[in-house]
């Protein structure tokens, strides 16, 4: 039996009866509540133990109830009913005499939802009404909601890419990326797999782990069986083959009844929920995801959320990592070792090649990699040239000078910032190539005419091409009398067993840079930008310049997507990112947080370049010619925030601009706010 306190959750009693002589005059009660709805602009009430006597406007505004509706309810009724033993609770503590009563339920509003409200509560002596007032903080439970979950999105990520880079790829690190996905998303089973072709070019999938679901002896067998080298699928009649089929998403919250299933093996666990996901590269799809079980599904949002996982997966598939990848680039290890031992038993010399080219690979950098191949080089000819190209993963025909003598952007005189691959005979052959311009034909036309040699040697890790590294001397005295033939073979064996490394280095740093970029926009996500975030906040101390913080959305985003469609609503993404970067500095980083949300991280600046800077996006976005056939336009809602010394967290900074960007488009959009 509940104490007498507690107000009874199952039933509706008739209004308490209050003091006789505050029921004689009602007047009274006005007076009260008028004189303490001014002491708050939050939402604030009188109520006795059941009902409320009196609201401010903010309760009509922020439930959508009318007046008469909220005063003709028992206020128990407007509680979410998971709420209701902490609401009645609270009323017990006051009627024993707690002074001022602290709590958080969830009121009902007019339109089916529910908002999250703090409440502070006291009973007023004269009149033994209770005064309480009520703070909305149902965007602040959001945002807990969807920090939690990017935390154990970027810890996946995190975890994935340290153990990439310290292992490289095994079938326990497919194995640790699906049991990462089931648990970010709350999914029971599911597998991560790799789209191959048969002899008459049909798909067919090859798991490269798979959760183990066997239902009877015979499946744990087969599983057992192919646990390390992966199952086959080649039945195109179902769920998973719908994606192989056409490449497309497939979410079904329905899968027994959906058209395009095949059914199940007999004793199969049965599906309730189903998520086909494709992992895509610029050459196409080349692998899938399948998520089962979810409890309440699965959607867009939740696809969203587990983005920069499915973007690391997708790279790692494309650039042949799987299994059979895998075995090709042991073999291509074996030859590596093979040859590093015939160096071995060369000499001394050759010996130190083998510790060499092990620190290329210990490097955490590509900077730092080169750094000691142009040490080894400088060795045997010190007045080499040494430069490193690297293609892009957007233009993999171009390549761009990236390094020079181990100083970064440090250019060698007349070498070409970039040039297209096919001037190199070298990356066309695939192969060590040795231009000597003037005195052979088929010397490559990038390299520098007046120059005497230049050596030129591709960076293949896997079957992807990464770059280019070449060593050039300027005249035939650089070789200090030795033969040429002699003092080049040195150079090109020495380059054959590094090259292979410095490639391995590029490889791993491309897969991770390429998790954090949009796919979309070509921005950083919002991985990238909570990381540099952090690093930003870490860095506050006595000697450190503020700086700022930019979020902001674009105004009537939803409308623009709904009415014409997907592919302009990209379209209208991409002009504003390229319009917001265009308005701030190089060095300034612009993001797509997600959705129509972008956010701008301004190093070293003070309140008022942080307010012309928003003012900038702003403008930038407006003046965005969207040429999309339609009357748009493109405007945007900006929340800015200086960030000086004081000691605060990243989350506590992100809510802050966040709520700036909120109240901008509260107050009618296409205005800049700042905390």
Not at 20 to 47: H, N, P, W, Y
Not at 239 to 256: I, K, M, N, Q, V
Not at 323 to 347: C, H, N, T, W
Not at 626 to 643: C, P, Q, T, W
């Amino acid at each position: 039996m509940l104490p007498e306190t507690v107000i009874r959750l199952d039933r509706v009693v008739a209004p308490a009866t209050i003091d006789d002589e505050v029921a004689r005059d009602i007047g009274d009660i006005g007076e009260l509540a008028e004189s303490f709805f001014k002491t708050t602009l939050q939402m604030a009430c009188l109520a006795d133990e059941e009902r409320f006597r009196q609201v401010n406007d903010r309760w009509i505004d922020s439930l959508g109830w009318s007046r008469e509706e909220l005063l003709s309810r028992p206020f128990i009724s407007f509680v979410h009913p998971d709420d209701l033993r902490a609401t009645s609770d609270a009323v017990g503590r006051l009627q024993q005499g707690e002074d001022i009563v602290e709590f958080e339920n969830r009121y009902q509003t007019a339109d089916g939802g529910w908002l999250n409200l703090i409440w502070n509560a006291r009973i007023e002596p004269d009149t033994g009404l209770i005064m309480a007032t009520a703070r909305d903080v149902t965007k602040a439970r959001a945002h807990e909601v969807e920090r939690l979950r990017l935390h154990r999105v970027l810890e996946s990520l995190a975890e994935l890419q340290t153990s990439y880079i310290s292992r490289g790829l095994s079938r326990a690190w497919w194995e640790t990326a699906i049991s990462r996905l089931i648990e970010v998303t709350g999914s029971t089973f599911g597998f991560v797999g790799r789209v191959l072709e048969d002899d008459q070019g049909a798909p067919y999938l090859h798991t490269l782990a798979i959760t183990n679901i066997a239902w009877n002896t015979w499946s744990q067998n087969m599983f057992d069986e192919y646990a390390d080298t992966g199952l086959e699928f080649r039945n195109l009649d179902t769920l998973f083959g719908y994606t192989l089929r056409t490449g497309e998403r497939l979410l079904s919250d329905d899968p027994a009844s959906d058209p395009r299933a095949g059914g199940l093996p007999e004793g199969h666990p049965p599906l309730e929920t189903y998520a086909g996901i494709p992992l895509t590269s610029g050459e196409g799809m080349v692998g899938m995801v399948g998520l089962a079980n979810r409890t309440g599904g699965f959607d867009a949002a939740v696809m969203e959320e587990i983005e920069p996982i499915l973007v690391l997966l997708s790279q790692t598939v494309a650039q042949s990592l799987a299994s059979e990848e895998v075995e090709r680039a042991e073999a291509e290890a074996g030859r590596l070792e093979k040859r590093l031992q015939e160096v071995e038993r060369s000499g001394d010399g050759e010996r130190l090649l083998m510790k060499t080219t092990q620190e290329v690979l210990d490097q955490t950098s590509i900077s730092g990699s080169f750094g000691v191949v142009d040490s080894a080089i400088r060795e045997i000819l010190p007045p080499a040239k040494v430069a490193l190209y690297l293609s892009d993963f957007d233009q993999p025909n171009q390549m761009s000078l990236k390094l020079t003598g181990g100083r970064l952007t440090d250019v060698v005189g007349g070498e070409s910032e970039w040039f297209d691959r096919e001037r190199c005979r070298a990356l066309v052959e695939g192969r060590v190539h040795v231009s000597r311009p003037g005195l052979e034909l088929g010397s490559c036309s990038h390299v520098v005419a007046s120059n005497y040699a230049t050596v030129c040697t591709p960076l293949v890790a896997g079957d992807e091409e990464f770059g280019l590294l070449t060593v050039s001397i300027a005249s035939q005295m650089d070789l200090e009398g030795m033969d040429p033939l002699v003092r080049f073979r040195e150079v090109t064996d020495r380059l054959s067993a590094l090259s292979t490394a410095l490639a391995q280095v590029a490889s791993r740093e491309r897969l991770v840079a390429r998790s954090l970029v949009d796919h979309l926009t070509g921005l950083p996500n919002r991985a990238a930008f909570e990381q540099f975030g952090e690093r930003l906040i870490t860095a506050r101390g006595p000697e450190a310049r503020p700086f700022g913080l930019i979020l902001f959305d674009l105004d009537g985003f939803k409308l623009i997507n709904d009415s014409l469609g997907h592919q302009v609503g990209d379209k209208v993404l991409v002009a504003g990112a390229e319009a917001a970067k265009s308005a701030l500095r190089p060095e300034d980083m612009v993001s797509r947080i997600g959705g129509d949300e972008f956010g701008a991280l301004i190093p070293h600046c003070q309140a008022p370049q942080l307010k012309h800077a928003a003012e900038r996006v702003r403008e930038a976005i407006a003046e965005v010619d969207l040429d999309v056939g339609a009357d748009a336009e493109a405007r945007a809602s900006v929340g800015a925030l200086l960030i000086g010394e004081s000691a605060v967290t990243w989350e506590q900074v992100f809510e802050s601009a966040d709520k700036a960007m909120y109240d901008a488009k509260s107050e009618g959009g296409d205005r800049v706010v700042v905390a």
